[in-house]
């Protein structure tokens, strides 16, 4: 899939950066990102719901319990998921390392991990490296730390946005990771966003949760949640304008660039060809047309045609016939595949043909549009084809 170069994104004032090469499991490239906060820095958060969820995501969320962090902790190459007591031991001490050489509480440290699940994580790398990461803090590090958290990911993820507030510019940028393993249930992906303005914890939270929920909370590559998922929204205060409404502007600028980083997540999906939007609508609720629309999504038959241009529609008939939804009056279900009808009445569209189909499976970007005549809901997420490369480099990722 053709990529996109992503714009030198804007500092956020009270927020410092820096990405260096520890070794922990990748050679000759950057692999540990810190990032420093502003005192008074207020932080929202959300997990992954995965039973078997890494230690940083455990330590991650007692310190944000406690109190409000100053540092995020990087790492990857290395999950530290099913790693047991030991993962603890080595992310907390990863923590102490850091809080004892910037000078602040332990607690006020947030860990994070990406990589290879169910090995060790070593913390010499990390005591040798933190030193290097103090030293190189800077406000406009945001591209060497988002290369930085790429494991399989091909091109880093970045988004900014500016508005004004009050008369007052308002900067928010994000950066987020993620190329497989990748529907996310909150939201192996890692995503943050901050802000210079203030904004009190719970509605920062309000905010942060209004926007995972169209964003990363409606894509998947390949079905599968990380141990690892996690999502940050950073409030530093520093422009010193005051923010407090969740639906304001400032809620739907990081909806934006939410938005904009879940759409890269899915573009630079592991091998993926296409980017293609299942919408569901006419559905009796919205819980069932997300149903719907990752039945047909994580369908590894549909993934597949999608990827051979293949416009083998009888494939997303199926998977919509077995979404699990009672009463289905089949007769009232239309597909379409972009502006062109592919299923009406219980069967194939009377004006269909094979070659209207083949064109529009063909584009890099398309949409799957499926109106199930139950009622007003809707829902819509993102996803992409299954290709060759996708088991490739799952078959080889350890290798």
Known sequence: MAKVNVPAPYPVAGLRLSATAAGIRYQGRDDLVLVELAEGTTAAAVFTRNA???????VAREHLARTSPRYLLINSGNANAGTGEA??????????LLAAAAGVAMDQVLPFSTGVIGEDLP?????????RLLQGL??????????????????PKLASRQLEVEGRKVT???????SGMIRPDMATMLAYVATDAAVPQPVLQQMLEAAVAPSFNSITVDGDTSTNDACLLLATGASGVQVTDARSP????????CMELARAIVRDGEGATKLVGVLVEEAASKEEARQVAYTVAHSPLVKTALFAADPNWGRILAAVGRAGLEGLEIGKVRIWLDETCIVSGGGRDPGY?????????QRDEFTIR???GRGNAGASILTCDLSFDYVRINAEYRT
């Open 172 to 178: 928010v940028t994000g950066m987020a990771k993620g």
């Open 123 to 131: 913390t010499t790398p990390f005591a040798r490296a933190i030193p």
């Open 52 to 58: 078997f969820c890494a230690a940083p995501v455990i």
């Open 250 to 257: 400032l809620g739907e600028a990081v909806t934006e660039v």
């Open 87 to 96: 993962g603890l031991a080595a992310c907390r001490e990863t923590c102490r």
């Open 370 to 372: 499926i109106a199930l």
């Open 353 to 361: 043909t094979e070659e209207a189909g083949q064109r529009v499976m």
């Open 138 to 155: 800077d406000e406009k590090n945001w591209r060497p730390a988002a290369e930085a958290i790429m494991t399989t990911d091909t091109v």
